[in-house]
């Protein structure tokens, strides 16, 4: 081929030990501790002065909703990052996984007929519900997530990737429409408690850091540092998955067909089962953020699950470097933070400093979209690329406009590989 | 050369009354094919004359119109997904390279083991032993192929970083990963240059020996055609034309006219777009 051929280094054996496989967890659990000792134990012992700064600045519920944001982030990267699938309806799953959550852990049990309890928690109080145990309630989420992306994915994936996207995008809206409206006067009967939402969803039993005092006993809508815990491990267990799935046969089979689907299915791998695949283990992921979304909020309301949270969601896995886990946790922690703590922070200190009465929340998309712009203009591959990609985006840089568009339809490739092979 | 009478009966590949219209143009007509066990056979035919449009609909990337059907190793395969064809036994090479740019030499040549190996989601999560093993296995096959085809040092290279021989060898030996009955290579010499071309002979030879397989070569290069293919069959503007050996088909007076006709834009070296299933 005509193109340039830059000096890249030779990637590593992939196979054997993988040092990174090593190092993460470790560095991992460190900062979660870290987190889970300031936090819980020092923290709270802090001259105010302090302590309200880094509340202000760095709350630790803001940290967990990152952390929520993570998770999902994470989940879409790996059928967005590692498939190529571009998906506009994210914020359905989150949407599923936080409504089973509400489902199978309050007192709402579809308007008090139903009433159980496996291994859950309900309130002293509590006569009706379903109240089952929260690890039941993951694989419950993990189920319904990935059945309804099997359902949405079947008959979609087939379609080419800017149709998919549409389909996406109504699915995103569907089903928090769905929830929205699910009472009486909308469905029937009382799926949802339509705006009204459904809550309070149930405590559990967990380790709960109290002003410096470890108990075991009820985790209920306050106990951050608890919850943190949980998230974190949460979240490690998605890169872990995400890592894992990576370097097997069906990430080869994901990055195959991310680079040429036809020449994928010339080669033996099956394009719908794979698509399925990753829609689906990307679902789960969608899911077990909706899970902890609903525990974060201790009830579950429509209201959030609009399109700007998909969106949200592409921008941190685009931003923070497609394909690589680490540069989409980056991605989330940061548009997060700074969605929720940091834009206000500053406004209010600019405010005060300047006597002015801007909302700078307000200015939250229009921030978000400048950056983004910024972003594709001088760093395209995002903040922590995987290594493939910056490899191809650094190669357009010299003038090679083959690389430049390597999302091309498969006919314009054609013309203009052609020209270049033959 | 080409005896080899392990399987009695059925041809590696089988093709009938082929037909392939775009539009109103009607790329392939009719055209009935067979490849023997173990043998070397080659299509040719002036630019255009369908031979892309042909491999396409043998790998399921084209239906087969107007009632054609193909057999691999006498099963029917008409029909079905080029997956499944693929996994069947029907490997291919594409006229303009079509790697996985982004991985890794080593990479590209197990993406094509995938119908082979078994590890599911929850497998590779855990990475169980048997998972490792597969894994290990597969690992050392696709060294094995790098190294037979003669780019063993540069498997952890991204195939957009090969040489433009090397990729050619690279799509070879990742057809070869899929462990096929029949290998189809679509100008497997185009950009050569001469030495290249010369030992590429002896390199079909020994995929043919070594590998087990049938080859089916679309080749403009002549010399390398009437050295390597036991037959030859000749395609002009979708027709079969000839059939035969090397001597047969040179002498023929319809495939010096098809040439000939043609040789005023036949210097084959015009942009081709002939390779796309999608449209
Ligand atoms: N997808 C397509 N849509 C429309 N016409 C096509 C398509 N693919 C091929 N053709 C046409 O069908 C005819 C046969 O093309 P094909 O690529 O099979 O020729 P070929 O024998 O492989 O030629 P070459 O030696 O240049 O590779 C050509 O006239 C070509 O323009
Ligand atoms: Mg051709």
């Known amino acids: 081929m005509s193109q340039p051929t830059i000096a890249v280094p030779t990637p590593k054996r992939p196979q054997g030990v993988d040092r990174t496989q090593l190092r993460w967890p470790l560095g991992f659990t460190v900062a979660a501790v870290v987190v889970v000792v300031f936090y819980g134990f020092i923290l709270p012992f802090l001259v105010p002065g302090v302590r309200g700064w880094v509340q202000d600045w760095l709350p630790i519920s803001e940290i967990n909703v990152a952390l929520i944001w993570a998770m999902s982030a994470l989940g879409l990267n790996i059928v967005v990052g590692y498939a190529g699938l571009l998906d506009l309806g994210y914020v359905a799953f989150w949407a599923l996984g936080g409504y089973t959550t509400a489902w199978l852990m309050s007192d709402f049990g579809f308007g008090g007929k139903v009433n159980f309890n496996i291994f859950g928690s309900p309130g002293a109080a509590s006569t009706t519900g379903i109240h089952l145990n929260l690890v039941l309630v993951f694989l419950a989420a993990a189920g319904v997530c990935a059945l309804f992306g099997v359902i949405i994915g079947a008959p979609t994936l087939r379609l080419r990737s800017d149709y998919l996207a549409l389909v996406t995008l109504g699915f995103g809206e569907i089903i928090p429409q769905i929830f929205r409206n699910g009472d009486e006067d909308g469905l029937g009967f009382n799926l949802t408690n339509a705006t009204l939402g459904i809550g309070p969803i149930d405590s559990m039993t967990f380790v709960r850091i109290n002003r410096g005092d470890v108990v075991v006993g009820k985790l209920n809508v306050f106990d951050h540092v608890g919850r943190f815990i949980l998230f974190s491990l949460l979240t490690a267990l998605i890169i872990f998955v995400s890592l894992r799935l990576r370097q097997g046969r069906l990430g080869r089979a994901w990055l195959a067909i991310r680079e040429d689907e036809l020449a994928a299915s010339a080669m033996g791998v099956p394009l719908m089962r794979a698509k399925l695949a990753a829609y689906a283990v990307g679902a789960i992921a969608g899911g077990i953020g909706g899970v902890a979304y609903a525990l974060h909020l201790g009830r579950m309301l429509p209201d959030p699950f609009t399109f700007a949270v998909s969106i949200t969601l592409l921008a941190m896995v685009v931003l923070g470097g497609m394909g690589n886990v680490w540069g989409v946790l980056l991605g989330a922690l940061m548009i997060s933070w700074f969605n929720s703590t940091g834009l206000p922070q500053i406004g209010d200190s600019f405010n005060s400093a300047f006597g002015t009465n801007v909302n700078f929340p307000s200015f939250n998309f229009l921030i978000f979209g400048g950056v983004l712009v910024l972003m594709m203009l001088f760093r395209r591959e995002g903040l922590l690329p995987e290594s493939r990609t910056r490899l191809v985006l650094h190669e357009g840089e010299a003038g090679d406009t083959q690389a430049e568009e390597p999302e091309q339809e498969l006919v314009d490739e054609t013309t203009v590989k052609s020209g270049d092979v033959k | 050369m080409s005896e080899n009478p392990t399987t009695v009966g059925q041809p590696a590949l089988q093709a009938d009354d082929i037909s392939v219209i775009f539009g109103g143009l009607v790329a392939v007509n009719k055209v009935s094919f067979t490849v023997p066990e173990q043998s070397i056979v080659s299509l040719i035919g002036p630019n255009g004359a369908g031979k892309t449009t042909f491999f396409n609909v043998l790998t399921g990337l084209y239906p087969a119109e107007r009632g054609g059907q193909v057999a691999l190793g006498g099963r029917d395969v008409t029909g079905l997904a080029p997956h499944k064809i693929a996994s069947l036994g029907l490997a291919r090479t594409f006229q303009n390279i079509r790697l996985f740019n982004l991985m890794t030499a080593e990479e590209n040549v197990k993406v094509a083991m995938h119908s082979h190996l078994k590890a599911g989601v929850f497998g590779t999560v855990i990475r169980a032993p048997w998972q490792r093993r597969e894994e290990r296995e597969a690992h050392d096959f696709a060294l094995e192929l790098l190294k037979f085809v003669g780019i063993g040092k540069s498997a952890y290279e991204y195939a957009r970083n090969l040489s433009y021989g090397d990729q050619r060898r690279l799509e070879v030996a990742r057809a070869l990963a899929l462990k096929p009955k029949v290998l189809l290579l679509d100008e497997p010499t ?90």
Do not use: W
């Open chain 2, 190 to 279: 185009a950009g050569m240059n001469p030495r290249e071309s010369a030992e590429f002979v002896d390199f079909v030879h020994r995929v043919r020996d070594e590998r087990k397989v049938s080859v089916l070569l679309i080749e403009h290069d002549m010399s390398v055609v009437m050295r390597v293919s036991e037959r030859i069959t000749v395609l002009d503007r979708g027709e079969k034309i000839a059939e035969g050996t090397a001597d047969e088909v040179r002498t023929n007076p319809r495939v010096v006219e098809a040439y000939l006709g043609s040789a005023a834009n036949d210097n084959h070296v015009t942009i081709d777009d002939g390779e796309e299933a999608g449209s």
